[in-house]
């Protein structure tokens, strides 16, 4: 069942778990993510982010999305992660994504606001719900969406306050301490200034970054209003790590290594979903 934002993270946000948003960008990574979501019987959200736009558009992201959905019982919701580019984002919206994260997080702030607001008022016309960020998040190793100059700047919580006023945005990304990628050292969670935002706002907030991070650091800001996990890079290595390995003991028919690849990507995205409460 094809569901949006807004729609999959009200239960979440009221009863204190989180939806995880896993990133997708091939056959296998879809099939993947929402066999993981069924067999737990948790709702998923597939996150196809403008950086994979080389390998599929919009249209068959969802394309698969929707046909895959239709044979689950739990809902799924098809997203658009990361995107600055608002032609893109107007025709995620037109494809059939039920959501758009704008990201103007490295715009002055007036900017973002006149933009997420822009976008939020075209979305919302349309049943799309949208996120954006405030902040913006360092980058760690083995990251594919960071960039190297890409620094640490926690979202101030009466600045968000503020944004959310204006946007009307559906949920909220922040910066508190997590990583884009693994982590280099140990991880420092800034839970306090989570629960500052969480006091400010009224709004299901994102966690960027999920891969490496300690469950109890996860489920202290669930606790604090986190209500979207985003995880990419573990899945990445991990899929990539089994396939090699398997590789050195078979060479499978390539229709058989992409089925194991799909039992990979579920096996990474179900440690996740069990980690989200
Ligand atoms: P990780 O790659 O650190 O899991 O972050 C994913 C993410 O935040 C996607 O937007």
Redesign the pocket.
Known sequence: MLVNLKEILAPAYEKHYAVGSF?CYSYETFRGCIAAGEETGKPVIA?F?AAYLKNMSLETAHAIVASLAREVRVPVCLHL??CSDMDIIYRAIQAGFGSVMYDGSMLPFAENVANTHAVCHVAHACGVSVEAELGSLAV?AD???GRTEDVEQYTDPAAAREFVAATEVDALAVSIGT???LYKGTPHIRTDILADIHRAVDVPLVL?????TPEEDLRACIARGIAKI?????ISSAVVAQTADLLTREKPHYSVLSLRQVDYVKAAVKKYIGMFG
């Open positions: 990133n996150a982010g992660d990361h760690g990251s594919h969406e990583v884009h990628g960027h970054g999920g891969s490496g985003n995880v990419n890079t573990e």
